[in-house]
């Protein structure tokens, strides 16, 4: 050949490769010309010896080439130069190519040193590139992909089963959607700090690709939240089987920063095309299903159901309503007495939100409340049914009625918000009223969190309002722990009380409450109290106080007894 003519080979056929090569030889001024692909443009070129070889000739794959390019250089008496491109693999391997070349090619036209510095640029800037188009479909903590990677890859399978119909022939031809929230992700990351947190997602990014097949497709959607797209199953069980395998991989012990965790996880599970053929109703109704999963207090996978749906619609039908039950004054807030069992005398009464929609009619607080913690409207309603009752206490005092202490219901939500603090001294002093005529009622769920919900309740307790434990016995709270917090009563839930006379399991419970909360020095509460049976063994036990349709239901202000602070309920 002329010492115009080159002949390059490279393994792999590779677009990044043509292109970095086509770049470089245009920059030294050679025309490339489109050359037949397949076996007769190789047998055209085979008898050329190669002028400059890119990598070492005793890699696999020389005599697999799949592209050939000729090359015609511009200007008269120049023979053409042939490349054939199979792939460029590494930087390293580069170098050692050029290395390797450079001494035949000194003082040639083409000059591998130049064309070192070229290739090394295009390079790094088709790696960036291609880094740009990796993130865009992959999360970057995990490696998993990304919700816009999973939606293509979820089109993709849809639009097969689609196409391949009923499954014929024992051939499966449906898809499963299977959406995975951890549970109590959060507690994680506000105890251990979100280093921990994201240590412990790409565990569990690992685990859940280690459970699926490898035609299937883990992604992470954002935060805890992971989905997994089974295709071509055969039916709901075999998913089921899979959700398992997955929750039971999850609930191995993490061991996270030196610390041994146990994690749970809820899944909700949409089958196509049973649930559904595009991605939003599919997506719908896995999400569904993933908040009935959780709401049955997570660590189990749910199937989505027609009734589900309902539900659903339902809930988004409350919430939307919801938004405009303030500014429309459809809010308002019932009274139930809390009375002195010893004495009689109605001490204190607990306000309880209610809601009556033009169109829903009275919506149960069963309802409503979840749905305003969910969407985060039990803020601005919490702080009106705080100011409301604050503002009811001060209007018995200057009637000289009324109980001395109203109860109002505190949602985690609000314990999160750090002004809450200064939003009760505020209402306080908007009412005139002391710090002893307000007692704030905290779940034993909203005491598990961020130290926070523990600093707002020093802060507030600090002032002389009271605090009380709601709902005492639906945790997992013991006394011994709660002693350590600012609370002044503990309130035992309505599902101990309700059997108290009839077994002697829940009136062995309530009896250890009685007497360590006594010991301790915690007011008790009794819920849900009905029967005179049940006021009497209460009594007997030593139960401080106690609120129920025996006493009183909850009603408007001016239902309870004008002199409320005089009168006992016999």
């Given amino acids: 050949m002329s010492p115009e003519s080159i002949t390059v080979l490279v393994i792999d056929d590779d677009e990044a490769t043509r292109l970095i090569l086509r770049a470089a030889l245009e920059w030294d001024g050679y025309r490339i010309e489109e050359a037949a692909d397949g076996e007769a443009g190789l047998a055209a070129t085979a008898a050329l010896e190669p002028d400059l070889i890119l990598l070492d000739a005793m890699m696999p794959g020389l005599d697999g080439f799949e592209v050939c390019r000729r090359l015609t250089a511009p200007g008269p008496g120049r023979a053409p130069a042939v490349l054939m491109v199979t792939g460029l693999r590494d930087d390293d391997v580069v170098e050692r190519a050029f290395a390797a070349g450079a001494a035949d090619f000194v003082g040639k036209p083409f000059?591998?040193?130049?064309?070192?510095?070229?290739v090394r640029r295009l390079i790094a800037a088709r790696r960036a590139e291609v880094d740009l188009v990796r993130l865009a479909y992959h999360d970057a903590l995990t490696g998993l992909p990304n919700r816009a990677l999973f939606a293509d890859r979820f089109g993709t399978a849809l639009s097969r089963i689609r196409r391949l119909g009923p499954s014929t022939g024992g051939v499966a031809s449906a898809l499963a959607l299977l959406l995975i929230d951890l549970d109590d992700f959060k507690v994680v990351n506000d105890s251990l700090g979100h280093s921990a947190g994201d240590e412990l997602l790409r565990t569990v990014s690992e685990r859940l690709s280690r459970s699926v097949r490898e035609s299937?497709?883990?992604?992470?959607?954002?935060?805890?939240?992971?989905?997994?797209?089974?295709?071509?199953?055969?039916?709901?069980?075999?998913?089921?089987?899979v959700a398992r395998r997955i929750l039971d991989a999850i609930a191995e012990p993490i061991r996270v920063e030196g610390r041994e965790l146990a994690l749970t996880a809820s899944v909700g599970i949409a089958m196509s095309p049973a649930n559904g053929t595009d991605i939003g109703t599919l997506t719908r109704a896995a999400d569904t299903a993933l908040y009935r999963a959780k709401s049955s207090g997570g660590g189990c996978p749910v199937f989505y159901s027609e009734e589900m749906g309902k539900a659903a619609?339902?809930?988004m039908l409350v919430t939307t309503a919801l938004r405009q039950a303030l500014p429309a004054r459809e809010l308002s807030l019932l009274y139930q007495p809390q009375v002195d069992l010893s004495s009689?005398?109605?001490?204190?009464?607990?306000?309880?939100?209610?809601?009556?929609?033009?169109?829903l009619g009275m919506v149960s607080p069963m309802e409503f409340i979840p749905a305003a913690e969910h969407s985060g409207l039990i803020v601005p309603i919490g702080a009106w049914v705080l100011d409301t009752a604050c503002r009811q206490v001060s209007h018995w005092r200057a009637q000289d009625s009324g109980p001395p202490r109203v109860a109002v219901n505190v949602s985690p939500r609000q314990l999160d918000d750090p002004t809450f603090p200064a939003q009760v001294e505020e209402a306080l002093l908007r009412h005139h009223l002391e710090p002893s005529a307000l007692e704030l009622e905290v779940t034993e769920s909203g005491l598990v969190g961020p130290g926070t919900r523990r600093n707002a309740l020093e802060a507030i307790h600090a002032t002389g309002v009271r605090l009380a434990i709601d709902d005492f016995g639906t945790g997992y709270?013991?006394?011994?722990?709660?002693?350590?917090?600012p609370f002044d009563a503990v309130k035992v839930d309505r599902g101990f009380i309700a059997n108290i006379t009839e077994g002697v399991g829940d009136l062995a419970v309530m009896e250890a409450v009685l007497a360590m909360g006594g010991r301790i020095g915690f007011e008790t509460v009794a819920e849900g109290l009905e029967t005179p049976e049940q006021r009497e063994l209460l009594t007997e036990l030593g139960c401080d106080l106690a609120q129920g349709y025996l006493l009183g239901r909850p009603g408007p202000a001016e239902a309870l007894a004008p002199t409320a602070r005089q009168a006992a309920i016999a």
């Fill in 111 to 118: 000059r591998p040193p130049v064309l070192r510095q070229r």
């Fill in 216 to 241: 299937d497709t883990v992604a992470r959607l954002g935060g805890d939240e992971f989905a997994v797209l089974l295709d071509e199953v055969a039916d709901s069980g075999q998913a089921a089987m």
């Fill in 313 to 315: 619609l339902r809930r």
């Fill in 477 to 485: 709270s013991s006394l011994c722990y709660l002693r350590d917090l």
């Fill in 344 to 359: 009689g005398r109605v001490v204190a009464a607990e306000a309880l939100a209610r809601w009556n929609h033009p169109d």
